[in-house]
């Protein structure tokens, strides 16, 4: 027991940074799973990192002004974020053009102008801050943010729940009885800025969708409701939080890739053996049913 | 009787070309009319007009007072996301949205209301079945339980019964006729000139331009229905500003 103790517990009664490292994930992964379940079944996954990229020059601006001041990184990400996501968001409400393809380009051209921008005032070790995160180093503003972005997101999240799910399943009956739709869409898109934010301050710019997307990714795998899918990926992404800061803090690896890696392999394993369309359950073709 | 639609000189039409081309009438509350003419005679456009997702390149739709979410559209291919995880009673549910709104909850009321909407379309028990696991048919028996719940004084029907099996299109024109019997106004639009002769009162033949509209037996003539085969199907690329409506005073 003592060894199970010292295993599991002990990282994190022992010290404030795994302490605050454990809450920053939680908080991050119970709003950002439900996000990255939306995402996935709107067919927007790609959308979510194409914008987290979007950030990263709005950041990197707040960056060049201020240097690494919360503040000023959040709001120029949240600038940039917001812009990019109205002005997709319009795009493709007001055009032929899907989402995916109005932002496909502005990817790589906002990660290469990030970086530029950081390169001309800060050091290499700034750079890995802002694409890799600081989970273990959350101050308490930044820790404060987290945790109030995701106390929002899940209620703005309860507020929209109908429309979006409609807008999902048959945008074209949603049009014909409401007009909740388009807002509804707008303010999902928000969230999904202000989660990326936070994911950046955490996990930095290359890794923020990652704890978004996988845990929606594995949930698709165990259920085929979209209630029980949402739980599954907030659970999955606080328990990889959980499990890929132990394996940082026991094996020195880099904590924000350790977390990502566990989300990775849940990922991996629901593909495998997930009920919902896993590929063993496809291998193994049982007798069929009478009826 | 009072009108339910209105069309005045209506022109709906995509990027100018029109589709539907002057259409003047009326439907009465209460009518059971069907909308028939060959493909790409702009039936379908014209219902996109009355539901209000397409605006009219010229001319009015006035709809008797209601608003165009008042409607019941019931669209030729449903942009539904077949494999979105949603179970078939919520999708049901999606009918109830005038009384719920956006955060009403279902009582034990509009339960009992859904449950009679699921056993109306033949579809008691198939509650918790995600919708990715329903039959062509009985993904229409669906929708029709969303438009039963939805309780519209004026209902429309882009071809309801394509592709379904004559068992479940005999069940689903029976509610139809239910609306017929319950007052409300029902416009269908369909491709099967028998069935419209049977069952439908009054017909609009349409081919772009309206060729005809009244009772059905009127309408559904051999020459009228030549007169709508002969129609011209493309848009042509260098057509005309159209300047002098034609008017269909002649129908």
Not at chain 1, 85 to 111: N, W
Request: charge should be neutral.
């Amino acid at each position: 027991m003592p060894m199970l103790y010292d295993l599991l517990i002990a990282p994190f009664a022992d010290f404030e940074f795994m302490r605050r490292a454990l809450a920053g994930t939680m908080a991050l992964a119970l709003g950002a799973g439900p996000i990255g379940v939306f995402l996935m079944l709107r067919r927007m996954s790609l959308v979510g990192d194409a914008m987290a990229h979007a950030i990263l020059p709005g950041a990197a601006l707040g960056f060049l002004i201020s240097g690494l001041s919360l503040f000023a990184m959040t709001a120029g990400g949240l600038i940039a974020g917001c812009v990019v996501a109205l002005l997709t968001g319009l795009v493709s409400r007001l055009t032929e053009l899907k989402e995916d393809a109005a932002l496909a380009t502005f990817y790589l051209l906002a990660l290469a102008l990030g970086v530029t921008i950081v390169s001309v005032k800060g050091t290499n070790i700034d750079l890995l801050h802002v694409l890799f995160g600081s989970v273990l180093a959350l101050d308490d503003p930044t820790l404060l943010l987290i945790a109030g972005n995701a106390t929002l997101t899940l209620i703005v999240l309860a507020l929209i729940y109908r429309p979006l799910v409609i807008e999902c399943v048959d945008p074209g009956f949603l049009r014909s009885v409401s007009r909740a739709g388009g807002p509804a869409h707008l303010a999902f898109l928000a969230l999904v800025v202000i989660n990326l934010v936070s994911g950046f301050h955490a996990l930095g710019t290359l890794l923020a969708v990652g704890i978004m997307m996988l845990p929606a990714a594995t949930g698709r795998f165990w259920s085929r409701d979209i209630t029980a899918m949402i739980l599954i990926a907030a659970a999955c992404g606080v328990v990889s939080g959980y499990a890929g800061l132990l394996i940082s803090f026991h094996s020195g690896v880099p904590s924000g890739p350790a977390i990502i890696l566990v989300a990775g392999a849940f990922y991996v394993v629901s593909v495998l053996f997930g009920p919902v369309g896993g590929l063993a359950r496809q291998a193994l073709p049982r007798r069929h049913l009478e009826a | 009787m009072s009108a339910a639609l209105q069309f005045r000189d209506l022109t709906l039409g995509y990027d100018r070309h029109p589709a539907v081309h002057h259409l003047d009438g009326a439907v009465a509350a209460g009518a059971l009319v069907a909308v028939v003419g060959p493909n790409g005679a702009g039936k379908s456009t014209l219902f996109k007009g009355i539901a209000g997702v397409l605006k009219p390149l010229a001319g009015t739709i006035a709809r008797g007072g209601l608003k165009a979410r008042d409607i019941a559209y019931l669209p030729q291919a449903a942009e539904i996301d077949r494999s979105f995880p949603i179970n078939v009673y919520d999708m049901v549910a999606m009918g109830l949205w005038r009384r719920t709104g956006l955060f009403g909850g279902i009582d034990r009321n509009l339960r009992d209301t859904m449950e009679h909407a699921l056993a109306g379309v033949g579809l008691t028990g198939f509650e918790d079945r995600p919708i990715a696991t329903l039959s062509g048919g009985q993904m229409q028996r669906m929708l029709f339980a969303r438009l039963l719940l939805q309780d519209a004084k004026l209902i429309v029907l882009d071809e309801p019964f394509n592709a379904v099996d004559a068992k479940t299109s005999a069940d689903l024109f029976d509610l139809v006729r239910r609306w017929h019997g319950e007052q409300r106004t029902v416009l269908a639009a369909l491709h099967d000139i028998d069935f419209v002769r049977m069952n439908f009162p009054e017909t609009l033949l349409l081919a772009r331009e309206p060729v005809a509209w009244g009772e059905t037996k009127d309408v559904l003539t051999a020459e009228n229905l030549l007169t709508a085969r002969r129609m011209c199907e493309a848009f042509d690329e260098h057509a005309a500003e159209c300047v002098e409506p034609v008017h269909a005073d002649a129908l």
